[in-house]
């Protein structure tokens, strides 16, 4: 099983872009297809994006399509989302997750998760 670790949140202004890394220990990580999520103040876990085991298939939710790119480095254990055009709303934290072999649009699916990146779109 793996553990997750997110990384690279932060403050930025509307229309700057931002990359979360999420760092993966343990064994098999390439067994493993990858989602992302995130939570709003106020607001329940929606889905962003999932990328398959082996980086060849990745999905977006609509609110993020021609934003946002998730991808994964399988030799660092690395998945990424690089968030470019940042607004306002997508103000909250991000979770990156694991299960294995399939990809889900669906969180409760995912098994493990990291603990989670704060990202803040004002100004």
Avoid at 14 to 42: I, T
Avoid at 105 to 116: F, N
């Amino acid at each position: 099983q793996v553990q997750l670790v997110e990384s690279g949140g932060g403050l930025v202004h509307p229309g700057d872009s931002l990359r979360l890394s999420c760092a993966a220990s343990g064994r098999a990580f390439s067994s493993y297809a990858m989602g992302w999520f995130r939570q709003a103040p106020g607001k329940e876990r929606e889905f962003v994006a999932t990328i398959s085991w082996n980086g060849g298939v990745s999905n977006y939710a609509d609110s993020v399509k021609g934003r946002f790119t998730a991808s994964r480095d399988n030799a660092k254990n690395a998945v990424y989302l690089q968030m470019n055009s940042l607004k306002p709303e997508d103000t909250a934290i991000y979770y990156c997750a694991a299960r294995l072999i399939t990809s889900s649009y669906d969180g409760r699916e995912y098994p493990i998760w990291g603990q989670g990146a704060k990202v803040t779109v004002s100004g």
